[in-house]
């Protein structure tokens, strides 16, 4: 019975653990909850080590080491919220470890997020604010209301598709550029350096950098790299379907 609960144990930190990657969190965050959610359960010995693709979690010499892949990464603040409140309730012994790996089980299986028509609303909506924000002219907000909306829609559906991030960023770029240089040669647009910059900001990487910074500052190099990298390539992606429409 005793190894049955550590077993079960160990599936609920490695679940919190992937649900909180898979979201977006810091690696410094999840590698500190799993390790608070072990020491309530009187595993002093617990060990974890996170990275962006995978996760190693030891108790010590007394159970093998468990391995858990981080197939894929997305934004997701709400679902990280939920893994922490779960691992507050946990250490403060408000529930049990049973309830606590049932409420993250709910949380895996759970989509969050809005649908699809209201985020691609909120990129468009972003996008004219952020023009405005660069200063750009008010005549140009609805371009950039269609190629931010457009953009998101292409960079859901394509990665959908074919799971392959950069190349559905890439498309996205292309769509944007596309609609900018359209808007301004047929008169719809007049800064088109604005409208450019103002649709893209909703695929820009933010989250993604801001936690390569701040792994790195708290010593995780390996993880701090590895999304420092990713964050590059997406960036790249946008350029380089940017730049391409831009040359002809």
Same mark, same amino acid.
């Given at each position: 019975?005793?190894?049955?609960?550590?077993?079960?144990?160990?599936?609920?930190?490695?679940?919190?653990?992937?649900?909180?990657?898979?979201?977006?969190?810091?690696?410094?965050?999840?590698?500190?909850?799993?390790?608070?959610?072990?020491?309530?359960?009187?595993?002093?010995?617990?060990?974890?080590?996170?990275?962006?693709?995978?996760? $190693?979690?030891?108790? =010590?010499?007394?159970?093998?080491?468990? $391995?858990?892949?981080?197939? @894929?990464?997305?934004?997701?603040? &709400?679902? %990280?919220?939920?893994?922490?409140?779960?691992?507050?309730?946990?250490?403060? &012994?408000?529930?049990?470890?049973?309830?606590?790996?049932?409420?993250?089980?709910?949380?895996?299986?759970?989509?969050?997020?809005?649908?699809?028509?209201?985020?691609?609303?909120?990129?468009?909506?972003?996008?004219?604010?952020?023009?405005?924000?660069?200063?750009?002219?008010?005549?140009?907000?609805?371009?950039?209301? %269609?190629?931010?909306?457009?953009?998101?829609?292409?960079? @859901?559906? $394509? &990665?959908?598709?074919?799971?392959?991030?950069?190349?559905?960023?890439?498309?996205?770029?292309?769509?944007?550029? !596309?609609?900018?240089?359209?808007?301004?040669?047929?008169?719809?647009?007049?800064?088109?350096?604005?409208?450019? $910059?103002?649709? !893209?900001?909703?695929? !820009?990487?933010?989250?993604? %950098?801001?936690?390569?910074?701040?792994?790195?500052?708290? =010593? &995780?190099?390996? *993880?701090?790299?590895?999304?420092?990298?990713?964050?590059?390539?997406?960036?790249? *992606?946008?350029?380089?379907?940017? *730049?391409?429409?831009?040359?002809?």
């Amino acid at each position: 019975m005793d190894n049955e609960h550590t077993e079960m144990a160990i599936d609920c930190f490695l679940l919190a653990g992937r649900i909180m990657i898979e979201s977006g969190a810091e690696t410094y965050r999840v590698e500190d909850t799993m390790l608070r959610m072990a020491r309530s359960q009187n595993m002093m010995d617990a060990q974890s080590y996170v990275t962006p693709t995978g996760i $190693i979690f030891s108790l =010590g010499k007394t159970q093998p080491t468990r $391995i858990t892949s981080i197939p @894929t990464r997305i934004t997701d603040l &709400h679902r %990280i919220a939920l893994v922490n409140n779960v691992s507050r309730k946990l250490t403060s &012994h408000l529930i049990s470890i049973e309830q606590a790996y049932e409420e993250l089980k709910k949380i895996e299986k759970t989509n969050y997020f809005l649908p699809i028509a209201i985020q691609v609303l909120a990129a468009s909506i972003a996008s004219g604010a952020f023009l405005l924000l660069f200063k750009g002219t008010v005549s140009d907000i609805p371009a950039a209301f %269609i190629a931010g909306g457009l953009g998101l829609y292409i960079v @859901t559906i $394509i &990665h959908n598709m074919t799971r392959v991030k950069f190349f559905s960023e890439f498309l996205a770029a292309v769509a944007i550029g !596309v609609v900018a240089s359209f808007a301004v040669y047929y008169g719809y647009g007049t800064e088109i350096d604005k409208i450019i $910059i103002g649709s !893209v900001m909703p695929l !820009v990487p933010g989250l993604l %950098i801001t936690n390569a910074v701040r792994d790195m500052m708290a =010593g &995780h190099f390996t *993880a701090g790299m590895a999304k420092g990298a990713e964050a590059f390539l997406t960036a790249f *992606a946008i350029g380089s379907g940017i *730049a391409l429409v831009l040359s002809f």
